[in-house]
């Protein structure tokens, strides 16, 4: 048991796997603008990913986990929602220029996008900064602002996925939900486990690059469709990551009632782990720590408003004892959708990832609606 044992009973692994390379990004040892990591870990491992890991799940034992699911990510949508706009005020009492702005360069309209990413993701954000127009060349502060406070947030619900036992009896929460599913998942893993030949891993290897290329070649159709129906290519729905994302997880829940659920003895969520933790290095290459310095009253009314969401969660959290796993699995599929919601969900046990998924899908759903609530109550506050 020497020094890493207890290195890492403090500091969660998943957790260094996210810093190390923010800290060679942001010292200009890894370049995150120019190197193309990013797209082909959210287009190719991530859908890889969610394939593996849904092939054996026990859809019944998800839906067992309850009601309190629910409730946490919607208090999360709601803290996301009141927070925009109570920071607004708050920042504007001593810093009123720093959310003013006139015309395309009013601050609200740029905190709009922060709003879409942070309920949705992605897809919601470019939806927001087409609806509001912010001006684009300031569209950069407001990027700052998203990622910066998002993974500073990211890094105490990795550190709390590594000790969510404490948080759990701080918060007097009933886990036995989530423990059940856990342990029923790593029963099913055991049970079938066996040495994995050379044909199962490529058989493996085969089902999770033909769902990747399924999802592909279904998202570009269904995108397209989406788009000629809605006469623009800028909602949700016509978003080609929005579709892979649904499409591979369909594929794996779809797998799972098959002969194919076996495949997880070969080690089908082992691998799935494994493109997960390369999703949360690359992650981590996107978080520059130096940008904080470029708006810091900006980034300051990110925190405020992070804090305020996360104040919320951990009240409702507390008031209906709701598991810690709800907590960071209702925040992250809110404010980091389908790319990290299975990330902190796999960072309890890879088993529970799934359930990120499905509440991150929800979030993108949600994401344009709470977005343009959220904006207009902080044009309604703004100086």
């Not at 200009?28 to 799940?57: C, E």
């Not at 782990?273 to 290459?285: D, K, P, Q, S, Y």
């Not at 990120?356 to 109550?377: K, M, P, Q, R, S």
Request: proline share 4%.
């Amino acid at each position: 048991g020497g020094f890493w044992d207890r290195f890492f009973t403090f500091v969660p692994i998943i957790l260094l796997c996210y810093l190390i390379p923010s800290l060679l990004a942001s010292f200009g040892v890894v370049s995150p603008a120019s190197d193309g990591l990013w797209p082909v870990a959210k287009d190719y491992f991530l859908p890889a990913a969610l394939i593996l890991l849904t092939l054996s799940i026990d859809l019944k034992a998800v839906w067992g986990l309850g009601p309190k699911a629910l409730i946490m990510f919607f208090t999360a949508t709601v803290g996301i929602v009141i927070g925009g706009p109570l920071a607004v005020l708050i920042v504007a009492s001593f810093s009123p220029e720093t959310v003013g702005g006139q015309g395309q360069d009013a601050v609200w309209r740029g905190l709009a996008t922060v709003a879409g990413s942070w309920i949705g993701g992605g897809a919601n954000q470019t939806a927001m900064l087409e609806v509001y127009g912010y001006n684009p060349l300031r569209y950069g502060s407001m990027v700052a602002i998203d990622i910066v406070v998002a993974n500073l947030w990211m890094v105490f619900l990795l550190y709390g996925a590594g000790n969510a036992d404490r948080i759990d009896r701080w918060l007097k929460a009933d886990s036995t939900a989530i423990a059940n599913l856990r342990d029923k998942m790593a029963d099913f893993s055991l049970s079938v486990e066996r040495t994995a030949t050379v044909p199962e891993l490529m058989l493996l290897l085969a089902i999770s690059f033909g769902g990747v290329g399924l999802s592909h070649f279904g998202a570009e159709h269904m995108s397209a469709a989406m788009a000629s129906i809605a006469g623009s290519s800028e909602g949700v729905l016509a978003s080609r990551f929005f579709w892979i994302v649904v499409i591979a997880t369909t594929v794996g829940l779809g797998l799972s009632f098959t002969k194919a659920r076996n495949l997880e003895g070969a080690g089908a969520s082992k691998i799935g782990t494994i493109f997960i933790f390369l999703l949360v290095a690359i992650i981590g290459t996107k978080m520059d720590l130096f940008k904080m310095a470029d708006a810091p009253m900006l980034v300051l009314l990110g925190i405020i408003w992070m804090t305020i969401h996360s104040a919320l969660l951990l009240t409702v959290a507390k008031i209906i004892r709701a598991p810690f796993f709800f907590v960071a699995v209702g925040s992250k599929a809110n404010v980091g959708g389908a790319a990290s919601a299975p990330v902190v969900a796999g960072a309890f046990h890879p088993a529970l990832a799934p359930v990120g998924v499905l509440l991150a899908v929800l979030g993108y759903a949600l994401g344009t609606y709470g977005a343009i609530i959220c904006a207009e109550l902080m044009r309604a506050v703004s100086p």
